[in-house]
C-alpha cells in the first residue's frame, strides 16, 4: 500500500462484510459497504496524528451512515470538531463524488477526495471529464510535457481533482499508446497520437 502524503488526505476503501451493491442516478453501480477516511500525517515521520473512519453501507435501498470513528494522538478540540466536521460527508462521497469517478473511468479507491468544502467538494464532475477520452488524455500528456516534473501538483489544482489523479491520468495515457513509455520512475516522453 503506498504511503499518504504528508498533511490531510482523505481516501476510499472496500470495507469488510457482505458486499452490497447500489445503482446510482447516473447507472453506475457503487459497491458497499466502504470506509470514507479523513487522515493526517506528520509532515516530518509521516505518522497518523488524527484519523476520521466512516463506515456506509446500504440499508433500505439507500447508502446509509452506519459507524463513526475517531482516533487521535494529541488532544481533541471538541470546539473545532463542531464546526468543521459535517456528518454527511461520508455519505456524499459515497452517493455524489464515486459514481461521478466510476462514470469517469477513475478508480475511486485511487482516488485522494477533497478533505473540506462539503457538500459542493462531492461533486467532483465539475473538475473530471464524464470519459476518459483520447482527447483529454492527448491535452492531460501534452500538459505534462510542457510542465516536467511538480506536473501533478500543477495539474490537480487546474483540474480540482487529487495529484494521484492526474498521476492514473498519464498512466492510462502511456496504456492507451497515446504518450510513450518511459523508465520507471522518470518523467518524458512524447506524444505518439495527435488529436
Known sequence: MA?????????????RGTRHPW???NGTVVDLPVVIDIVETGLDDGEIVWKVEAVVDLVDGQPSLMSMHLDSTRPMNPTQLQVQFRW????????IA???LL????DPFAY??????????????????????????????????????G???????????????????IEKARERGILSATTPGAVGGTITRRR
Do not use: N
Not at 504511503?3 to 472496500?14: C, W
Not at 462514470?103 to 477513475?106: G, V
Open 3 to 15: 504511503r499518504r502524503p504528508a498533511g490531510v488526505s482523505s481516501k476510499v476503501r472496500r470495507a
Open 151 to 169: 506536473y501533478a501538483r500543477a495539474i490537480a489544482e487546474q483540474r480540482k481533482v487529487s495529484p494521484r489523479t492526474v498521476v492514473s491520468w
Open 88 to 95: 454527511a460527508t461520508p455519505v456524499e462521497i459515497v452517493t
Open 112 to 149: 485522494f477526495y477533497p478533505v473540506d468544502g462539503y457538500p459542493e467538494a462531492a461533486d467532483v464532475q465539475r473538475s473530471v471529464p464524464t470519459r476518459l477520452t483520447d482527447e483529454f488524455l492527448t491535452e492531460i500528456a501534452a500538459r505534462y510535457l510542457q510542465l516536467g516534473r
Open 98 to 100: 464515486i459514481p461521478a
Open 23 to 25: 445503482d446510482a442516478a
Open 103 to 106: 462514470a469517469a473511468d477513475i
